[in-house]
């Protein structure tokens, strides 16, 4: 339990830099929401049965709890491990690499399911929200979190310079959002294109979120959480291994 | 009993041997100073003994803990002054030290009951609500330091303290560091200030290219290693004195334009510079770093 007082640290960071850092997690997502939601909403009679709106804050929830995860364990992390050297600092105490990439990735994925959460809040306080099924939407936020973490995280310990992300972000994490289910059914899309989608996290993020939101369990929630489980662990697993590596030398 | 024992350590990078054969050992109390040029393995010896790297052959001993298989259990009790300052800037000075001590896994109580002594160590009394980015180079480098000693440690291991402040911040750190060899505390540091070396360390180890070349007390290393007395010349004509000057001092060298003479009785080439108006000369006791240029050579490592 040694990664806490990393995850600790980094707590008191964000609680110093509050306001800032909530607006800029979540200032994006709720406008996408209700601007897309209730513009393109309008035009839509209903989609899989609920309203537009409805549908992408589901699907909203989960891009940006990826987004979330991905943007603290990737960025934030680089920066705290190139920039500031501030792991460099942790290691000299009695600390390890696998507490240090430990905490960040446990801490990337409580803020995370916090921005998640707080979606989660604004869609039921605008009625989106329709049965109390809809709180097992939190276990499963910090599950995506934890899953984006863990990935991101292994981006960062094999990066060399800043750059690195764009490839990440441009080219895994934008098309992935696409054919994820975040925006429209992925169900419509190419089976060859869907076979991929059903291979990624986001894609068992969103298949768990959005029937919680509408009311309803999951069909297959058996493999949707046993594939982000997978991607948290064995991203976890490969984070620890890259950062060694790097630390070592 | 020592502190920190190292036997026929081995690390290679690549096609180099960084750490190549080394032996160390440092006793408790003692203040020990590793001098060597850039790139001869300093910061690398220090992170093996940390459990940081782990080496390719040899057997560390930190603290009675064998490193890296305990080195967890031995950095409890051991503080880390590095060459590059990283303090945590998003926090204030008072929050840098409390964060630390958490990683230590010391009680907050304890942190805030040692918090006074250390701000006043370093000199920040006062300033504990202060942010990072408007310290000055010496005070980051004291809080550094105070950092280092949140956990109390027996042991401080320190990379190059003082590089990149002015002779007042220096002579601050050089203080703080006396006073805690005079509490008890043991003192590791690299550093290639000679001047450094000689003030503070009772013991120093020389290293080139990996391994120990020499070692021992500052004085005993100048005797050991070198004539007591040196001469400096530069001026016209230099060049042609320099053939001169070997039938009067057993050992001449040249760096540039100025000639280093070196001998026990050093009267002969004084005698014979004062006939010579065009040379200007200075006469001066040998020291640390005649030895050290001895021993590592006068080329430039870059």
């Known amino acids: ?249 | 009993m020592s502190v920190l024992r190292a036997r026929a350590l081995h690390k290679r990078y690549g096609a180099l041997d960084v750490v190549n054969g080394l032996d160390l050992e440092v006793a408790p109390g003692e203040c020990f100073g590793l001098l060597g040029p850039n790139g001869a393995g300093k910061t690398t010896t220090l992170r093996l003994c940390l459990g940081l790297t782990h080496p390719d052959a040899g057997d560390i001993e930190l603290l009675g803990e064998p490193v890296p298989q305990r080195a967890r259990e031995a950095r409890q009790r051991v503080g880390v002054v590095p060459q590059f300052d990283n303090l945590d800037p998003d926090f204030t000075v008072a929050e840098n030290l409390l964060v630390y001590g958490r990683y230590f896994g010391l009680a907050p109580g304890l942190i805030s009951e040692r918090l006074p002594a250390l701000l006043e160590f370093a000199g920040l009394a006062g300033r504990e609500s202060a942010r990072i980015n408007t310290l000055s180079g010496g005070m980051k480098r004291r809080l550094t330091l105070a950092r280092a000693l949140i956990n109390d440690p027996q042991l401080l291991f320190m990379d190059e303290p003082t590089t990149g402040l002015d002779p007042q911040a220096r002579h601050l750190i050089w203080e703080r560091l006396r006073r805690l060899t005079q509490e008890g505390k043991t003192l590791v540091l690299t550093t290639h200030f000679m001047e450094e070396a000689e003030r503070l360390c009772h013991r120093l180890a020389i290293m080139d290219r990996g391994s120990l070349i020499a070692t021992g007390s500052p004085r005993a290393l100048i005797a050991e290693h070198i004539e007591p007395q040196v001469v400096e010349v530069h001026g016209n004509g230099f060049e042609a004195w320099m053939e001169e000057a070997r039938r009067l001092a057993p050992r001449v060298e040249r760096a540039g334009d100025t000639v280093f003479a070196y001998a026990a009785d050093i009267a002969p080439v004084l005698a014979d510079l004062r006939g010579r108006p065009e040379l200007s000369f200075l006469h001066r006791p040998a020291s640390l770093e005649d030895v050290f240029l001895k021993l590592t050579g006068r080329d430039l490592r870059d």
């Open chain 1, 1 to 249: 339990m040694r990664w806490t007082a990393v995850w600790r640290r980094n707590f008191l960071v964000w609680r110093k830099l509050f306001i800032a850092s909530v607006l800029s997690n979540l200032a994006d997502p709720l406008i996408l929401l209700f601007g897309l939601g209730y513009g393109l909403g309008a035009l839509l009679p209903s989609v899989q049965g609920m309203s537009y709106i409805a549908f992408f804050a589901a699907g909203t929830l989960c891009s940006a709890t990826m987004f979330t995860a991905s943007f603290e364990a990737m960025f934030s992390g680089f920066s705290r491990m190139h920039g500031q050297k501030t792991w460099d600092a942790i290691l000299y105490a009695p600390l390890t690499i696998d507490d240090v990439v430990g905490g960040e990735i446990m801490w990337a994925a409580s803020k995370a399911w916090l921005s998640g959460t707080t979606i989660l809040a604004v869609a039921a306080a605008f009625g989106l929200a329709h049965s109390a099924i809809v709180v097992l939407v939190l276990p499963v936020a910090f599950l995506v979190g934890l899953a984006f973490a863990a990935v991101g995280l292994i981006m960062t310990v094999l990066a060399k310079n800043w750059d690195f992300f764009s490839f990440y972000m441009t080219l895994i994490m934008t098309p992935m959002t696409m054919i994820s289910g975040v925006f429209f059914p992925a169900e419509q899309l190419p089976a060859s294109v869907l076979a991929v989608a059903r291979l990624l996290p986001l894609y068992h993020g969103v298949e768990l979120v959005r029937p919680l939101v509408a009311g309803r369990l999951p069909g297959g929630i058996v493999l949707h959480v046993a594939v982000l489980l997978g991607y948290a662990a064995a991203g976890t697993a490969l984070a620890i291994m890259f950062a060694r590596r790097r630390f070592s030398a």
